[in-house]
């Protein structure tokens, strides 16, 4: 089974601080995502990854960026974190098969309050 | 800009065949239509996903119309496991991104 770890499920930082989401899989996965959930918005993608040291602009990357030095390891970084930041982040990956869409598998997800 | 309707709710009991209905009315010829589900506290699942053949497998069976405007999930033997939301999502075949709507809430009782 394909197993997407994420490092907290729950966190609590304050304003102004820089925040660190890591994720980790272990399927040899080509791509990674970051989404957010929050109600009534649903899922939004934050920024994704397709390669090694490679990244795109998801649907609502302000105010976070993101970091692959590793296949199997991508991070989200808030990098000072607001109130309106809070919210259920979610890592999936999946495989690349010559740029077709395969089904993500998502990582638990980590609720962030941001105080 | 919703690309599929789903029920808000749904009810199934326990051992039963749990049918969810999904309208994609808009759908191109080069998008698939697939399920996933979301257990409270847990990430999304990925269930099944299908073009225009039926599909099966371990966990669902997936019936899509002839004319493509709308599909079904079954859930042959619903379980009190099987309660979740559950997300039906057209995507293209070389989309890159997951847009969940509203999806179908399943309440599965013994």
């Known amino acids: 089974d394909v197993k997407v770890t994420q490092s907290s499920r729950y966190l609590v930082k304050r304003t102004g601080e820089k925040v660190f989401l890591e994720c980790v899989q272990d399927m040899d996965h080509e791509n990674m995502f970051w989404y957010r959930q929050d109600p009534g918005l649903g899922l939004r993608l934050i920024y994704f990854?397709?390669?090694?040291?490679?990244?795109e602009k998801g649907d609502i990357p302000e105010g976070y960026s993101v970091s692959r030095e590793k296949k199997e390891r991508f991070s989200l970084i808030l990098e000072s974190a607001s109130t309106n930041q809070t919210s259920m982040y979610l890592c999936?990956?999946?495989?690349?098969?010559?740029?077709?869409?395969?089904?993500?598998?998502f990582g638990d997800g980590t609720r962030l309050s941001i105080l | 800009d919703a690309k599929t309707t789903q029920p808000p709710s749904m009810d199934c009991a326990e051992g039963r065949a749990a049918n969810l209905p999904c309208n994609h009315s808009?759908?191109?010829?080069?998008?698939?239509v697939y399920w996933y589900r979301q257990i409270h506290s847990q990430g999304p699942q990925y269930i099944i996903h299908g073009l225009k053949n039926n599909e099966t497998n371990e966990m669902a069976s997936l019936i899509i119309t002839e004319d493509r405007k709308s599909s079904t999930l079954i859930l042959p033997h619903a379980t009190l496991r099987d309660t979740a939301v559950y997300y039906c999502i057209v995507i293209e075949e070389y989309g890159n991104k997951l847009v969940f709507g509203a999806g179908t809430i399943l309440r599965v009782k013994s």
């Open positions: 999936a990956s999946s495989f690349s098969q010559a740029g077709a869409y395969q089904p993500q598998h």
């Open positions: 990854s397709y390669d090694v040291k490679m990244k």
């Open positions: 808009t759908i191109s010829g080069n998008e698939y």
